[in-house]
């Protein structure tokens, strides 16, 4: 049996019992009806189940008042996996019978069948038959009293859909038998997923190209170094398309049956995957990796020993070492006594959405969606409704960066000859996402290449996005060593500092204010950075004052410590904190602004130890406007505290 990603593997054999319908006595005295009925029975006995249907089938059209054959043909049918038939024949066949605490297994069957296919009122009206057929601890009762609840949700969702139907991505798109798993990059240029041509073939990688008019493009391999004779698929990629994870099962070497690889891609190049490492992956089934926007954080399912269920969700990070950190179970409220599987983090980092069946639903596996709360918690899931949720088992889900569109697959309706529920075909659909549906936070992002303002090459820099309000890296990027591309994601809502910094450069200090602005759109942004030479200088625009004060507001603590550490990096290097005005008021009152200004910068660096002899300040009024003073936008620009290397 070939060993899947997007499912743990499952052993089972199955069975044919003839079981309390085949041995049923007939509710008739008819002669000819009992006969037909006796053979039926042997026929089942001897393993001839088409026989048996047949005969059964002549017994319902003779007599069609019977209820006994209907049932006996839907175990038969229920046992060789033709589900449909078989609930048309239970449903048709306890329709026509009273009753009967001995048909408890028969009442649960149509119950169990009517679930399958969204019958959600037979399905109820069936588990209350079973209920009531016997008492409380009776086999499949617990069972039947969760599916009710079920059944109650789905009919109210379905009474109350959120959003529309998902639609059926068109060509070049779902050209294999099965693809699924869809991811998009931040900018949403890039589509990845997983694909299979046939039932028989493994799973590669794929990915797919954005047009401008918002069409795919035709899909390709993502790389040969990334996909082998080995499965690989679940994938995941980073917001700025560099950082790829996926699943791979019976690899030599391997910590489990299936466990987690990563790539990098610099330039066009993916690099030979490496195994994640006993810290990340169990000697158990590890895949359906989610990553966050920047890749430092990893969400992914494994049936590893100790969890809530039978699948969980764990997460690791990656530290300042580059090692990724032991992975741990989410916990509780997202993983359950059930199946926690298909994580997805939006790239705003703050809601997390995944597929179980350990909450009430549509009665399978249904997309919940939770919110990052303070000190790392998450708020209860909350159910996505109908038409996202239905009666299928719901495979996994993507929202675009911009809450505007989301990703999921599909399997298709049943073909003649399909019994099994995972030789299905899959398909990747599309669908405009709802607001309750939608992340918390919506995210755009910047993105550009990293130049020397020198040589105007491109190079490798960190690229960092700090949240103004409380201090914290949100953010963690390096530039590709190629070309110089960088993204970052940034969320609506917040004010950010952002620093590009490579070694022997002068970071680049820029600032990005979204906490009150109706306009979100991506940016296009290049950077220069200055070598460390005499005489280059850098604009501080993370340092915030009130108007003709010169106190260093609390949000300014960000640019601060990373003034400070600057200079513990080069310490041989003398600067001067230089201040500057714009031309509204006196020259006296500007000169006396700009040098107390320039001083608070100096008396910080002094108390966190950076020695007298290395600094000085100097305040220059409005006598070296960057631009005219002619518009508030020009006058903010001249408004400004620059560090300039000695």
């Given at each position: 049996m070939r060993r899947l990603l997007s499912v743990p593997l499952l052993l089972a054999c199955t069975l044919l019992p003839l079981g309390a319908a085949a041995q049923a006595s007939l509710s008739t005295t008819n002669t000819k009806a009992r006969s037909l009925w006796d053979k039926a029975q042997s026929q089942a006995k001897e393993r001839n189940f088409d026989k048996a249907i047949e005969t059964l089938t002549v017994l319902n059209e003779k007599f069609p008042s019977l209820g006994e054959p209907h049932i006996m043909r839907g175990s038969l049918l229920k046992a060789m996996g033709e589900n449909r038939p078989a609930f048309e024949a239970y449903r048709d066949g306890l329709a026509k019978?009273?009753?009967?605490?001995?048909?408890a297994t028969d009442y649960f069957n149509l119950g169990e069948l009517a679930m399958?296919?969204?019958e959600y009122q037979i399905a109820a009206d069936s588990y209350k038959r079973l209920l009531k057929s016997g008492p409380k601890g009776q086999r499949n009762a617990a069972r039947a009293q969760r599916q009710l609840l079920n059944c109650e949700f789905a009919l109210k969702a379905i009474a109350a859909p959120v959003g529309v139907q998902p639609q059926r991505l068109g060509a070049p798109l779902n050209t294999f038998r099965f693809q699924y798993f869809p991811a998009l990059t931040a900018d949403n240029r890039f589509l990845l997923f997983t694909g299979r041509p046939t039932a028989e073939s493994g799973e590669d990688l794929f990915i797919a190209k954005t047009n401008k008019d918002g069409s795919i493009g035709d899909p390709a391999s993502i790389s040969s170094f990334i996909n082998t004779p080995y499965n690989e698929g679940a994938g995941t990629i980073s917001g700025d398309g560099k950082t790829l994870v996926f699943a791979s099962c019976d690899r030599p070497n391997s910590v489990g049956n299936c466990d987690l690889y990563i790539s990098r891609r610099t330039g066009n190049n993916w690099s030979k995957p490496l195994n994640l490492g006993r810290t990340v992956?169990?000697?158990e089934w590890d895949s359906q990796p989610t990553l966050s926007a920047d890749g430092r954080t990893l969400y992914f399912t494994s049936t590893r020993r100790g969890g809530q269920g039978q699948e969980d969700i764990y997460v690791t990070t990656l530290g300042a070492d580059g090692n990724w950190s032991p992975a741990r179970n989410v916990g509780q409220p997202v993983n359950t006594p059930g199946k926690d599987m298909a994580p997805f983090i939006h790239a705003s980092g703050t809601t997390l959405y995944y597929v179980t069946d350990g909450l009430v639903g549509m009665g399978g596996l249904d997309v919940f969606r939770c919110e990052l709360q303070a000190a790392g918690r998450w708020s209860e899931p909350q159910n996505l409704g109908y038409p996202l949720n239905t009666h299928e088992n719901e495979a996994s889900l993507f929202i675009a960066s911009d809450n505007r569109r989301g990703f999921c697959s599909?399997?298709?309706a049943t073909e003649p000859g399909v019994r099994m529920e995972r030789e299905r075909p899959v398909e990747l659909f599309a669908f405009e996402v709802p607001p309750s549906v939608r992340?918390?936070?919506?995210s755009t992002y910047t993105q550009g290449r990293v130049f020397d303002a020198a040589t105007k090459k491109p190079i490798k820099a960190d690229v960092q996005l700090y949240d103004l309000n409380t201090d914290e890296l949100t953010q963690f990027v390096t530039s590709d060593a190629e070309n110089g591309d960088y993204t970052v994601v940034l969320n609506e809502g917040r004010q950010y500092a952002m620093y590009a910094?490579?070694?022997k450069y002068l970071m680049k200090s820029l600032s990005f204010d979204y906490s009150d602005k109706h306009a979100f759109d991506p940016l296009t942004l290049d950077i220069y950075l200055e070598p460390v030479r005499s005489g280059r200088s850098i604009v501080l625009n993370n340092l915030f004052f009130d108007t003709n004060q010169y106190e260093l507001k609390p949000k300014s603590r960000t640019e601060l410590n990373r003034l400070v550490g600057f200079m513990k990096q080069y310490p041989d290097v003398q600067v001067e904190v230089s201040g500057h005005t714009d031309d509204v008021g006196s020259d006296d009152d500007n000169l006396a602004l700009s040098q107390n200004r320039a001083k608070a910068v100096y008396t910080y660096?002094?108390?966190?130890?950076?020695k007298a002899e290395r600094l000085r300040f100097k305040g220059y009024g409005e006598s070296k406007a960057?631009?005219?003073?002619d518009s508030e936008a020009h006058r903010q620009q001249n408004r400004r505290i620059e560090l300039r290397i000695l």
């Open positions: 019978l009273p009753m009967d605490s001995n048909r399958s296919f969204g992956n169990s000697p599909r399997s298709r992340a918390r936070e919506t910094a490579a070694d660096l002094l108390s966190q130890g950076v960057l631009v005219a003073n």
